[in-house]
């Protein structure tokens, strides 16, 4: 549906004279050309590509593995990389966790899902004129009646737009630098970064922890890697694009930010960009490391198109002191499994998830959170706000865990669900565990319909069916709204309102 | 606009209410309905209004020689039809400011396009300048302006919210539902003194009521007497006295003496 899979630019080669399987192996290098992993570069070929193509365009060269997975595709990808043994033989441990997990028992139903058919990692070519007419009407459609800007459609439609993100991150970065902050996609911290990523990569979210995170840990690629240091306070947002580039194809990024003693940023993921991908998994994993006094604030809007299978594990430790803060909005995907989790470790850590689903047709939305206390005197809030709609199924799914011999948690976990027919659902599914006694814990959970009466007073002032039901949605969600920045707030209740239009009733 | 009603039979869940109504209320005149509880009023003004929950069985209601039953809600809205709700809902997280600026505007790109005008959308400081008068004119506190709509409202705060609407849309018809009910004597003030501020050539009105007392502010120009889903008597303005005298007792009478309507009423009620 977008720019991940090269079709066009892959058929293309064989017009630069070679059949694909022959510059293919010489790209793959050590690899056996008998099982070439690599369906067709484009320009990594030393004889055409460098020459022709790859001098002038070095960065829009085209990889991508063929479907399915299994080492020589692993090894491919550590290989295009360029990546120290150490990341490769994480990838490959975490290759053979992910074919022994089994598949999650419980949540969204994701037997739809073929590992086989998928591609697990594409390199994007750089898509010029024409490639926005490529995606589906109703993609251009969306695009032209939520009036994103130009900039952001050349963003979305190839990798030239995706300069542009970079151009705006390195507007900020030279300010950021002089602090010490580092920002930067996870491949060039692995080469530039090495005793960081080693220190913590996979610490949070071990190789083995699920089966999408054991396939992310094995494919990775792209994401953002953070570090911010001690008592620096990161007063504008970082914001990460989705990008859809060829450092971070989208569906398996990886991403990873420690925040030194004291210091504090703001990571904004997704946002105002809707983002479609032609493949239907999306398998991410995010790792944040708050240490003592830091404060950590990671926001996402994702609007997936609907047929994408979002299955994301987001995990943060907040040590003594350190706040953690979830803003996690879901709009889009066909199935999302996402549950931010804070592990608050040690005395003083506070975590707090606000939760935003919109189950539409078709959708399915599991959502929630995850929170465990593991040291004294650690408080959390979860807020989830869900709604569902033309069939949409919604779920909150929480954890709140206290361990033992501990004194003085806090947590407190509201669950408003919004029901705007009768054919949606919504399901609240809350657990908790709790080892220790002093612990104050509160749980709340609303259910409440779209009544008759309310559609019928605003229609009687003049406001259609849609726009009614849209505007009471708006406003179910506005409490969680207002603690976006302002122009991702503006944003989601576009694409509210979008998906609110136009199928009521 | 004229609103005329003929032969409005309508029913909530298979059990009819109106049984009948015919009704007539001038442009630029003030009806008040009256009548003991149950008898239909506010079935009126919802079915009238569109509520779905109502099934209109037959007759007609026009306005301004418009057919309006036909129409959605928020059509009948835009023709200039309004219900100040006698209950009205909380609309959380809903701004007053947002909803009004939506639903004026709205109404005024209706008008325009009736008069085969080009709407050339709104002036928010305009508008903004009209909501602040009327909300000093109402009482209303412009704290308000950026508070869910009568989420967390009074009683008598909602009802004021109601004549606030009323005085930013220009209805061309009002149906006025218990407006007045449990409101202190300052607020009936101020709720009747907003219809008044509106009453003119082009505003007319039916204000449901049980009680004479904002008919004492807001004169009514007729005044209709509803029992078992049908007009049984109408009448000037002393007919309010009569019935603040006398209770509804002779109403029912008067309707009992009328036997071909009894018989079909039972016919109906057995049907």
């Known amino acids: ?505 | 606009m004229d609103l005329v009603i003929r032969n409005l039979r309508a029913s909530v869940a298979g059990k009819p209410i109106l049984r009948g109504i015919d009704l007539e209320i001038r442009a630029g005149s003030v009806a008040a309905l009256m009548g003991p509880n149950g008898s239909g009023k506010s079935t009126l003004a919802n079915v009238l209004m569109g509520h779905p929950a109502y099934a209109v069985e037959s007759g007609s209601a026009t306005l301004g020689g418009v057919d309006v039953l036909g129409l959605p809600p928020h059509e009948r809205a835009l023709l200039g039809l309004f219900l100040a709700f006698q209950y009205p809902v909380e609309i959380p997280g809903v701004t007053v400011a947002k909803f009004l600026k939506r639903a004026v505007e709205a109404r005024e790109e209706a008008s325009a396009r009736a008069a085969g005008r080009e709407y050339g959308g709104m002036d928010v400081s305009a508008y903004l300048r009209e909501l602040r008068a009327a909300m000093d004119f109402m009482g209303v506190d412009r704290s308000f302006i950026n508070r869910a709509l009568n989420e967390g409202f009074s009683g008598g705060e909602k009802k004021r919210m109601e004549v606030l609407q009323m005085l930013m849309l220009k209805p061309r018809l009002a149906l006025m539902d218990e407006t007045d009910s449990g409101l202190d004597i300052d607020a009936l003030k101020v709720v009747a003194a907003g219809a008044n501020r509106l009453r003119g050539p082009d505003f007319g009105a039916l204000v449901i009521t049980h009680y004479n007392r904002i008919l004492e502010h807001l004169k009514p120009d007729v005044v209709h007497v509803m029992y078992k889903g049908r007009i049984v008597v109408s009448g000037g303005p002393e007919l309010v006295e009569r019935l603040e005298g006398e209770g509804y007792d002779w109403v029912r009478e008067e309707a009992a003496a009328a036997p071909a309507e009894i018989e079909a009423l039972a016919a109906e009620a057995s049907a």
């Open chain 1, 1 to 505: 549906m977008s720019a991940p899979v090269p079709a066009g630019p892959v058929a293309a080669v064989p017009a630069a004279g070679k059949p694909s399987s022959v510059p293919a192996a010489a790209a793959a290098g050590p690899v056996a050309a008998s099982s070439v992993p690599i369906d067709a570069p484009a320009s990594a070929d030393p004889g055409v590509g460098e020459y022709q193509f790859g001098f002038s365009y070095p960065d829009k060269s085209v990889f991508r593995t063929r479907k399915g997975l299994d080492e020589e595709v692993v090894r491919a990808i550590s290989e295009l990389k360029e990546e120290p043994d150490w990341m490769l033989a994480n990838r490959l441990r975490a290759l053979a966790a992910f074919g022994k997990k089994p598949m999650p028992a419980w949540g969204a139903d994701l037997s739809d899902i073929d590992f086989d058919e998928i591609v697990y990692y594409a390199r994007p070519q750089d898509r010029p004129k024409g490639s926005w007419d490529e995606l589906p009407e109703e993609i251009r459609e969306t695009y032209r009646r939520i009036g994103v800007p130009e900039a952001e459609r050349k963003f979305l439609a190839g990798v030239g737009a995706q300069y542009d993100s970079e151009i705006v991150y390195h507007s900020i970065r030279a300010d950021l630098e002089k602090k010490g902050v580092i920002f930067c996609s996870p491949e060039v911290a692995v080469k530039e970064h090495p005793d960081l990523v080693r220190k913590y990569f996979g610490t949070v979210i071990p190789h083995n922890d699920n089966k999408f995170a054991a396939l992310n840990t094995a494919v990775w690629s792209g994401g953002s890697f953070v570090y911010v240091p001690k008592g620096v306070k990161v007063d504008i947002p970082l914001q990460a694009y989705f990008r859809i580039n060829s450092e971070s194809f989208g569906q398996f990024e990886r991403t990873l930010i420690i925040a030194d003693e004291g210091s504090f940023v703001h990571y904004i993921e997704g946002c105002t960009a809707p983002v479609y991908a032609t493949d239907s998994l999306h398998s991410a994993v995010v790792e944040i490391i708050a240490l003592p006094g830091s404060r950590v604030r990671y926001s996402t809007i994702q609007n997936w198109s609907s047929d994408v299978y979002n299955l994301v594990t987001k995990r943060a430790v907040a040590y003594a002191g350190a706040t953690m803060e979830w803003v996690d909005g879901n709009i889009g995907s066909k199935r999302t499994m996402k549950y931010p989790a804070v592990f608050l470790m040690g005395e003083g850590a506070h975590g707090e998830v606000l939760s935003i689903a919109f189950a539409g047709k078709g959708q399915e939305q599991d959502t929630g959170a995850k929170i465990i206390h593991a040291a004294s005197n650690t408080s959390s809030t979860v807020t989830s706000k869900s709604i569902s709609k033309d069939g949409g199924v919604a779920s909150y799914r929480g954890m709140v865990k206290v361990g033992e011999g501990l004194r003085g948690i806090r947590s407190r976990v509201v669950c408003d669900a919004l029901i705007v027919d009768p054919r949606s659902t919504s399901n609240t599914w809350p657990t908790m565990e709790v080892l220790s006694d002093d612990v104050a814990m509160e749980h709340e959970a609303r259910v409440s319909k779209i009544g008759d009466e309310q559609l019928f007073y605003l229609q009687s002032r003049g406001l259609g069916e849609a726009e009614a039901s849209a505007m009471i949605v708006n406003g179910f969600l506005d409490p969680l709204v207002k603690q976006l920045p302002m122009e991702y707030a503006v944003e989601l209740n576009r694409l509210i309102e979008l998906e609110m239009e136009g199928s009521v009733g």
